[in-house]
Structure formats: structure tokens, C-alpha cells
């Protein structure tokens, strides 16, 4: 491996490129960090002065973002094939997901930016959207391109799964894998096969080299992660309403849930607690704040179930 570099340079003869992931809810709008007006997330080589993978992490975010770093953990590694160093060598991606609050935009780097997750996967965004017809429509024209019958109905069934169609109900997880079908299908601009009949537009904004990809691959499982563990709370201000804590949710899974029995679920695993005569004005009424309990780390914040999505 070669000595350190510029913050925004890859060197040619490197073989382990670190990408980061550093996620923020700001105004109950998932935000991602991203360099390169957008076009990358905050990432570099690891090499000899880095004592560890995270210590590398680390030191790319700080150098190219100067974003505060709290809640870190390995992502996922993988080999890019389509990216050769100098030698010829594929770029193998050691990812990480971080869970921070969103600096504010004078204290980041100028080449520094928090982008609207949804901006990449706006077909993930199921709050208030309709169903992404010209996406599906793209879909279906690959569905009936297929060879013969048995290859058009294996199509057909890898759609219907990825989406929710039925007989299928939607999984919010399957983020990578729907990404991955539109990659495959010419449907995204990171794609060497390219639709000439689709609008791109319709499946967001691209990234450089893979790194869509691995943005996939945080959400999945950040949206898995919240169902089982109080990751949430690293996101979320110190103190916070019922509402608020709701909204965060459901910015993060893309579905609104249902009010009640999300409240039943928090409220049931006792991780949140009321703060005495502190209250928060919400469409004119006010509402109790509440904080997470010093606990909060060692239990859970939601059931091992599907979201309670609302109807």
C-alpha cells in the first residue's frame, strides 16, 4: 500500500478503499453525509499509519468532512469488479455505517454535503408517495423482453418479490436488492445497460463507482436494525415527544406507522421515560417530552416484528 494521501485522491496503486455511511434525522428527513457535490460518500484507502479499519474510518471523515463521529459499525465488505488498480487488482470496500447528529453546514468542509437519502432511492419513500409506475413500467418492459415464457415468468417473480406485488407483501429491507434489479435492468444511471427508453430521472440521483450501492446496503440495514435494537437514539435530541420519536421512525422505513401501536411498542419495552414538567408544543397542544433511560443500550426499543404500519 502507498503512504496517506489527499483527502478527496485514490491512489491508483490502492487495494482497500474505506466508505462510510454517516447518517443524521434532521426536521423527520433521513440525511446521509456525502462529498463531491453529492456524487460520493466520505471514503478513502486504508493504509500504514491507520492502526485499524475503524482508525481509517475515522480519519477520512474527519479529513474530507470534519463531521463529529459517534455510533460506528462495520457494514459490509465487498469486491468491486468493474474497478482495477494499477496493478489490475480489484478494489475490495470495507464499509461503515454511523449514526450521527447533522453539523451544521459552516462547520463541515467545503466539499462536505448532507444530502436527503430519498434523493438516491426515491422509490424507498412510501409515507406519501404513489406507486412508482414509470419504474414498474420499466420493469415490466424487461419482464417481457425475457427469451421465452419460463424466463419472462422468473422475471415476472423477481419483480413481484423485490416490489410487493402481490401475491407478495413489500419488505422495507429489500433496499439493496431492488437496487440491484434496477442496476441490472438499465434502470439506474450507475448501469452499463442502459434503457434508452427510461427516464433516469425517475430512479434518482447517481454516485461514483459503487457507492449507490453501498448507500443501498446502509439503509437496509438501518431499517432492520431499528426494529430490534435502540439504535434511534442516537438520532434523536436529547429530549423528545412521542410524535417526534414517530416521525424519525418513519423517516427512516419510508412507511407511516400506526400511532397506537407504535406508542404500545415503545412504551411497553420501558426504554423511554416521562420528563417532569416538560412539555412541547404540538399542533397547539402541548406534549410531554421524554429521554431515553440509561438502559437504553442494553435493551430494545421496538419488537422483533414488522413495523406497525398504518393502514
Same mark, same amino acid.
Given at each position: 500500500?502507498? $503512504?496517506?494521501?489527499?483527502?478527496?485522491? #485514490?491512489?491508483?496503486?490502492?487495494?482497500?478503499? +474505506?466508505?462510510?455511511?454517516?447518517?443524521?434525522?434532521?426536521?423527520?428527513?433521513?440525511? $446521509?453525509?456525502?462529498?463531491?457535490?453529492?456524487?460520493?460518500?466520505?471514503?478513502?484507502?486504508?493504509?500504514?499509519?491507520?492502526?485499524?479499519?475503524?482508525?481509517?474510518?475515522?480519519?477520512?471523515?474527519?479529513?474530507?468532512?470534519?463531521?463529529?463521529?459517534?455510533?460506528?459499525?462495520?457494514?459490509?465488505? #465487498?469486491?468491486?469488479?468493474?474497478?482495477?488498480?494499477?496493478?489490475?487488482?480489484?478494489?475490495?470496500?470495507?464499509?461503515?455505517?454511523?449514526?450521527?447528529?447533522?453539523?451544521?453546514?459552516?462547520?463541515?468542509?467545503?466539499? =462536505?454535503?448532507?444530502?436527503?437519502?430519498?434523493?438516491? #432511492?426515491?422509490?424507498?419513500?412510501?409515507?406519501?408517495?404513489?406507486?412508482?409506475?414509470?419504474?414498474?413500467?420499466?420493469?415490466?418492459?424487461?419482464?417481457?423482453?425475457?427469451?421465452?415464457?419460463?424466463?419472462?415468468?422468473?422475471?415476472?417473480?423477481?419483480?413481484?418479490?423485490?416490489?410487493?406485488?402481490?401475491?407478495?407483501?413489500?419488505?422495507?429491507?429489500?433496499?439493496?436488492?431492488?437496487?440491484?434489479?434496477?442496476?441490472?435492468?438499465?434502470?439506474?444511471?450507475?448501469?452499463?445497460?442502459?434503457?434508452?427508453?427510461?427516464?433516469?430521472?425517475?430512479?434518482?440521483?447517481?454516485?461514483?463507482?459503487?457507492?449507490?450501492?453501498?448507500?443501498?446496503? =446502509?439503509?437496509?440495514? @438501518?431499517?432492520?436494525?431499528?426494529?430490534?435494537?435502540?439504535?434511534?437514539?442516537?438520532?434523536? =435530541?436529547?429530549?423528545?415527544?412521542?410524535?417526534?420519536?414517530?416521525?424519525?421512525?418513519?423517516?427512516?422505513?419510508?412507511?407511516?406507522?400506526?400511532?397506537?401501536?407504535?406508542?404500545?411498542?415503545?412504551?411497553?419495552?420501558? @426504554?423511554?421515560? =416521562?420528563?417532569?414538567?416538560?412539555?412541547?408544543?404540538?399542533?397547539?397542544?402541548?406534549?410531554? @417530552?421524554?429521554?431515553?433511560?440509561?438502559?437504553? +443500550?442494553?435493551?430494545? +426499543?421496538?419488537?422483533?416484528?414488522?413495523?406497525?404500519?398504518?393502514?
Amino acid at each position: 500500500m502507498s $503512504v496517506h494521501s489527499s483527502p478527496n485522491t #485514490f491512489p491508483d496503486d490502492g487495494l482497500v478503499e +474505506l466508505v462510510t455511511v454517516l447518517t443524521a434525522v434532521t426536521d423527520h428527513r433521513p440525511r $446521509v453525509l456525502t462529498v463531491c457535490g453529492g456524487a460520493k460518500l466520505p471514503s478513502g484507502q486504508l493504509t500504514p499509519i491507520h492502526h485499524s479499519l475503524q482508525a481509517g474510518v475515522k480519519d477520512w471523515v474527519r479529513s474530507q468532512t470534519t463531521q463529529p463521529m459517534g455510533y460506528v459499525e462495520q457494514l459490509y465488505t #465487498f469486491v468491486d469488479g468493474e474497478r482495477k488498480n494499477a496493478q489490475g487488482m480489484p478494489i475490495l470496500y470495507v464499509s461503515y455505517l454511523g449514526l450521527v447528529k447533522e453539523a451544521t453546514e459552516h462547520s463541515l468542509n467545503p466539499d =462536505a454535503t448532507w444530502q436527503d437519502w430519498y434523493d438516491y #432511492f426515491p422509490w424507498e419513500d412510501r409515507r406519501n408517495s404513489s406507486e412508482p409506475t414509470k419504474i414498474l413500467a420499466g420493469l415490466y418492459a424487461w419482464v417481457d423482453a425475457g427469451n421465452d415464457a419460463q424466463e419472462r415468468q422468473e422475471r415476472l417473480r423477481r419483480v413481484q418479490l423485490c416490489w410487493g406485488l402481490s401475491p407478495y407483501t413489500w419488505s422495507e429491507e429489500q433496499v439493496l436488492l431492488r437496487y440491484e434489479l434496477l442496476y441490472e435492468t438499465g434502470l439506474v444511471a450507475e448501469s452499463p445497460w442502459q434503457n434508452p427508453n427510461f427516464e433516469l430521472r425517475h430512479t434518482g440521483r447517481h454516485m461514483q463507482h459503487s457507492h449507490r450501492r453501498v448507500l443501498a446496503t =446502509a439503509l437496509a440495514r @438501518l431499517r432492520a436494525k431499528i426494529k430490534y435494537r435502540p439504535v434511534i437514539f442516537e438520532l434523536m =435530541a436529547d429530549e423528545f415527544t412521542l410524535l417526534q420519536l414517530q416521525k424519525s421512525v418513519e423517516a427512516l422505513s419510508g412507511q407511516e406507522l400506526h400511532k397506537q401501536n407504535f406508542r404500545r411498542q415503545v412504551q411497553q419495552q420501558n @426504554l423511554i421515560e =416521562a420528563i417532569e414538567g416538560r412539555f412541547a408544543h404540538e399542533r397547539g397542544r402541548p406534549a410531554q @417530552l421524554y429521554r431515553f433511560r440509561d438502559t437504553v +443500550l442494553l435493551e430494545r +426499543l421496538l419488537s422483533n416484528t414488522r413495523l406497525p404500519v398504518s393502514k
